[in-house]
């Protein structure tokens, strides 16, 4: 979510570099909130109640943005809902992940292929590039997709390749506002 605010970014230039280019990140900090573990393994007894604390916990830390919890081909999301404009108002979001789409069947076939086709379509949709930050898992250059003939969000198409992937994967999609453009990276679960 690009934050607009200069009130919700931090300078951390001197800490990390020598470049004469600025270096901004959000505002933020510790964040403390309870929920139920199980004692066999100390996961969370609800995923959802957990995320959900964490989510409450940012709304009420006075950090930048304003973020709901979303459902979607089986995994949870969480999603930028707002955010403090230039003039200090807050404004209603739509996260680049909503934008809905079609792919062309007929070219992509494997979920790699997929996920980068996705990664374009939703970029397009803003102007913006996303760049692929981590290397795709080798398996998804070869695993089939069964492609949609309907429009899909985009998170709904990354879901969809995650699980014909065959791999329990996690994603984060970042704005940088130094170069203004999207990060998107895979983690293993």
Do not use: C
């Amino acid at each position: 979510m690009p934050l607009d605010s200069a009130a919700d970014l931090v300078d951390v230039t001197s800490a990390i570099s020598a470049s004469p280019r600025r270096v901004y990140i959000p505002r933020g900090g510790p964040l403390q909130f309870a929920y139920a573990v199980n004692p066999q393994d100390g996961s969370p007894v609800d995923v959802t109640s957990a995320i959900s604390g964490a989510i409450a916990a940012h709304r009420l830390s006075g950090y930048p943005g304003e973020y709901t919890l979303m459902a979607s081909g089986g995994m949870l999301h969480v999603v930028p809902a707002a955010a403090e404009g230039k003039d200090g108002e807050r404004r209603e979001i739509s996260a680049l992940m909503n934008e809905s789409f079609t792919l062309p069947s007929e070219r992509v076939t494997q979920v790699g292929p997929v996920l980068r086709a996705v990664l374009r379509a939703a970029g397009k949709s803003r102007g913006r590039q996303i760049v692929l930050a981590s290397p795709l898992p080798h398996q998804f250059e070869e695993t089939p997709f069964p492609m949609e003939s309907r429009p899909l969000s985009a998170r709904d198409w990354v879901s969809k390749a995650l699980a014909a992937g065959g791999l329990e994967m996690s994603w984060l999609l970042l704005y940088d506002a130094t170069f203004d453009n999207y990060v998107f990276t895979l983690y293993p679960i």
